[in-house]
C-alpha cells in the first residue's frame, strides 16, 4: 500500500492516529556436516493502527487492504476510548513534531538470486571446509536473511515507505580438544545491510575468513583458562560494540528509565572515561550508510543520531513520541515494531563507540599482563547496568605481546563503572549486523566499535 492510501484512511479520525502496512520475509540455509537441515522462505504482512485519546489503542489484521486498513482503525480507536475512559485521561500526551515527509527508501530494483543460487553458494562453502578440513568434528554454514518493507502514515503529516534488508552468513566450526572435548569457534559473520546479491556472489571471497577462523580454533584448542578477577583487557571492536548495546544501550532507552534503570539519576553527570563517547546513529555514520539504516521510525518521525555519551558525560536517552513528550527532548526515531502485528517499542538502530586516536599495536604493547578478548557470544545485561557475556576467542598478553590463546570465558562488571577506566580507544571501527536484539519482540539492530583498552572482570581460574 502507498502512503497516500494510509494517509486517506485516517481523514476521518478526530485523534492522533498511526497507521502502518508491512511484510517481512525471512530467508534460512543451513547445512550440518554436508546435510541441508534447514531450507526456508517465510513472508508475513499486514497492516495494524495505533490512536491516542489519552490512552493508546491498538489493532492489527494480516491483510493489506483499504477495508482491512479501515477495520484496524476503527478498533484501535474503540479501544483507545475504552482505555481513557477507564483512567480519565483525556487528550494525547506526546511529541506531534518531527513528522517524516516524502521518504522514500524502495526496494532496489535489480536481478534476484534464485533460491537454487543461494544454495549453491552455501554448498560451495560447505565444499571447501570439508575438503580442506576433513579432521574437523563438525562444520555449521548459515544463511540468514530478512527484508522489512514498511509503509506509515501518521495523522498530522507523516508519511514514510522504507525497505530494510540484512543478510549474513557464518560458518561454525567444532574440533576435539587436547582433552578430547569438542572445541568451537564461529566465523565473524559475514555481511550485514543489503541483500543477498548485494553481498554474495563468487564463494572465494569468504575463503579467507574461514581459513583465518580454522587458525584460531587451532590456537584455541591449545588455550590455557585465564586468571580470574579484575584485570586489565584490550576488548576487540565486535566486543566493544555488543557492550555499547547491551550494558549501555538498553538503560538509556526511555521506557526503561522510566521504570527505573539507573541511567535515570545520570542524565549529565560523567558515567565514563572522556574517551568514551556512544551515538546511536540514524543511517549514516562517518559519512558511509549504517548496517541498518533507519530513515523514518514507526510512529512517523523522521529518524536522526540520538547522542548518548558525549566524552565521558551521559547527555540523552532514546525516545519514542511519548517519552520525549514528557522529558521535554526531541524524538529521533527510535519507536520501532518487529512485525506488522507489533506495535512501536523505544529501540536501538546503529549503536556505536566512537574511534578514538590510538592504534590498535599500541594498545596491546601498552599492557604488561592482560589479555585481549573477542567473539563475543551468549551474554546478558540488566537495568542496573551489571554484564556478563561470553567470550568465544581470547590471547593472553604478555609485555605487550600476544601470547597463548584462552579457552572460553567470560567478561562482567557494571557498565557505568567499568567504562571509567577505559584509558584508550583505537582509530578504527567494525560494525556487527547480525544479530538480533529480544526486547519484548525481536530487531534487527546494527552496534559497533573500535578496541578499547580497559580494567573489566575476566572469569577464570
Known sequence: MTPKELTAALGGIADYAEVRAQTNTSTAIQMLNGNLTV??????GGVSARVNAGMWGFASAPEQTAESVKTVLDAARRNALFLSGKTGRKGPELHTGFHAKGISVPRKEKPHASAADKLGFIRALDSYIQKKYPALVSRHVVLSGITMEKTVAVSGGAEAHTFLPRTTVY???S???KEGAPVDLMMEPAGGGGEYEDLF???AALYGSIDECYESLMKKREGVRPEGGVKTCVLAPDLAGILAHEAVGHTVECDLVRGGSVAGKL???TVASEKVSITDFAHTAFGQACPIPVYADDEGVEARDAVLIDKGVLKGYMHNRRTAYEYGAE???NARAFAFSDEPLIRMRNTCILPGSDKLADLIASVEDGYYLSHPTNGQADMTGEFMFGVG???EIKNGKLGRALTDTTVSGVAFEMLKTVTGVSDDLQWIASGTCG????MVVGMGGPAVLCRINVGGE
Open 439 to 442: 526486547k519484548k519482540q525481536m
Open 267 to 269: 542524565l549529565n553527570q
Open 175 to 177: 574440533a576435539e580438544g
Open 171 to 173: 560458518v561454525q566450526f
Open 39 to 44: 531450507n526456508t522462505v517465510n513472508t508475513t
Open 201 to 203: 556472489g563468487d564463494p
Open 331 to 333: 524524538p529521533a526515531g
Open 393 to 395: 576467542l581470547g590471547f
